[in-house]
């Protein structure tokens, strides 16, 4: 596509639900990441995928968070029994692999936990 | 580990005013340095970047920033602001092409007429 696709881009759910955010890469960009941008804080990194594996997780806040990229392509990122806390946008960002600063964003999927 | 600090969470500026956008990073290798821009409702998008090289780099929409090694600084500047760049903008450092970025707390960046 021309450009990253999240979806939903609005997801409210329950505490304590299940949700799954889909991140669609630029087609061909092997590199994907996810970010988490509370209100008014900078981008928050969580994980990073080059091809199907995640080069570092480091990221992650805890094992609630879980994203898989099983072809290479789209990604899902996961959170189990939401929190309050998990409150925020997160962005999804694709690049070719060794592309310093080539990283292209998404628009985000707003996440409101209540 | 490295970190980015936005020494600045907000500045008023008028419009067609010069402007500054400070920021600091710290790390024990060399980096690389980027500045985002996010618009209102819109995503991130690349302003600038610097690799090597020349220390003054330029950026979209007339910025530019200043790789200060000694001071370990990258300040974004405008000579003359305009209403459309109302926005936040972030500082961010990598240490290579295989490690994430990292980014400051952003500085927003809003125009009087």
């Known amino acids: 596509g021309a450009g990253v696709s999240q979806t939903p881009s609005n997801k409210v759910t329950e505490k304590g639900k299940y949700v799954e955010l889909r991140c669609d890469p630029i087609s061909g960009h092997t590199a994907l990441y996810w970010y988490r941008q509370s209100l008014g804080q900078g981008p928050e990194f969580l994980i990073y995928?080059?091809?199907?594996?995640?080069?570092?997780d480091s990221g992650l806040p805890n094992d609630r968070f879980f994203a898989v990229r099983p072809e290479g392509s789209v990604s899902t990122l996961k959170i189990q029994r939401t929190e309050r806390g998990d409150s925020a946008v997160y962005l999804c960002?694709?690049?070719?692999?060794?592309?310093?600063?080539?990283?292209?964003f998404g628009s985000g999927t707003r996440l409101t936990v209540v | 580990a490295q970190s980015v600090t936005q020494l600045d969470s907000q500045v008023p500026v008028f419009e067609e005013a010069p402007v500054e956008l400070r920021c600091n990073y710290s790390?024990?290798?060399?980096?690389?340095l980027f500045w985002y821009v996010q618009y209102p409702n819109q995503g991130l998008q690349l302003l600038l970047k610097?690799?090597?090289?020349?220390?003054l780099v330029k950026g979209i929409n007339g910025f530019e920033a200043e790789f200060n090694k000694s001071q370990t600084s990258f300040h974004l500047r405008k000579p003359s602001v305009h209403i459309s760049d109302t926005a936040e903008y972030f500082c961010a450092v990598t240490i290579s092409s295989a490690s994430k970025i990292i980014f400051g707390s952003g500085t927003r960046l809003s125009i009087r007429p």
């Open positions: 790390s024990s290798v060399s980096v690389y």
């Open positions: 960002a694709s690049s070719l692999a060794g592309d310093l600063g080539g990283y292209t």
């Open positions: 995928f080059q091809g199907t594996g995640a080069a570092d």
């Open positions: 610097y690799l090597s090289g020349s220390t």
